[in-house]
T-cell receptor
Framework: GAGVSQSPRYKVAKRGQDVALRCDPI?????LFWYQQALGQGPEFLTY????????KSGLPSDRFFAERPEGSVSTLKIQRTQQEDSAVYLC??????????????FGPGTRLLVL | KQEVTQIPAALSVPEGENLVLNCSFT??????LQWFRQDPGKGLTSLLL?????REQTSGRLNASLDKSSGRSTLYIAASQPGDSATYLC??????????FGAGTTVTVRA
């Protein structure tokens, strides 16, 4: 596709439910990132994939958060037993390579998660 | 840990006025700095990317400067238009691949 796409765009979950958020990066992009953006804040790094390898998951807030990219393209961010503090916009970004000085990350529109 | 601060948090100007948005960061060991635009309900669009060895970048009405030693960047938008209304985010990349973002400056340009 022309850009990074994410689905669903909006998700309302009851506290305790599991959710799965999908990201389709730009075709052929090696690197994929997940960020969490709370209301009124800038995005915060969650995790990074290079192809199918998850090289960094240091930003995941707890062990309830899990991300995968099994075939090196589509990625899924799963949140188990959602809590109200998980309410945020989840942004996915991809970049062509593993990151030269001129490499930019291309962002999707985000999934807005509301946990009631 | 890199801390990125953007001032002001919000800005409202009449159409035609020049905009000045400020970004500061605590760790000067950066790889590059980017300015993004975010419209409500949409993702981020990259506006300008400045490598650590550069002092400024220009694109149309936009000009961004970088003073790495003092940990500052400024985004100038000349002759603002209502279509420039959005949130502008500054992001710094360190020697890894992560971007550290500021909280953004929300700009309103009044017609």
């Amino acid at each position: 596709g022309a850009g990074v796409s994410q689905s669903p765009r909006y998700k309302v979950a009851k506290r305790g439910q599991d959710v799965a958020l999908r990201c389709d990066p730009i075709s052929g992009h090696v690197s994929l990132f997940w960020y969490q953006q709370a209301l009124g804040q800038g995005p915060e790094f969650l995790t990074y994939f290079q192809n199918e390898a998850q090289l960094d998951k240091s930003g995941l807030p707890s062990d309830r958060f899990f991300a995968e990219r099994p075939e090196g393209s589509v990625s899924t961010l799963k949140i188990q037993r959602t809590q109200q503090e998980d309410s945020a916009v989840y942004l996915c970004a991809s970049s062509r390579t593993s990151g030269g000085a001129l490499e930019t990350q291309y962002f999707g529109p985000g999934t807005r998660l509301l946990v009631l | 840990k890199q801390e990125v601060t953007q001032i002001p948090a919000a800005l409202s100007v009449p159409e035609g006025e020049n905009l000045v948005l400020n970004c500061s960061f605590t760790d000067s060991a950066i790889y590059n700095l980017q300015w993004f635009r975010q419209d409500p309900g949409k993702g981020l669009t990259s506006l300008l990317l400045i490598q650590s060895s550069q002092r400024e970048q220009t694109s149309g009405r936009l000009n961004a400067s970088l003073d790495k030693s003092s940990g500052r960047s400024t985004l100038y938008i000349a002759a603002s238009q209502p279509g420039d209304s959005a949130t502008y985010l500054c992001a710094v990349r360190g020697n890894d691949y992560k971007l550290s973002f500021g909280a953004g400056t929300t700009v309103t340009v009044r017609a």
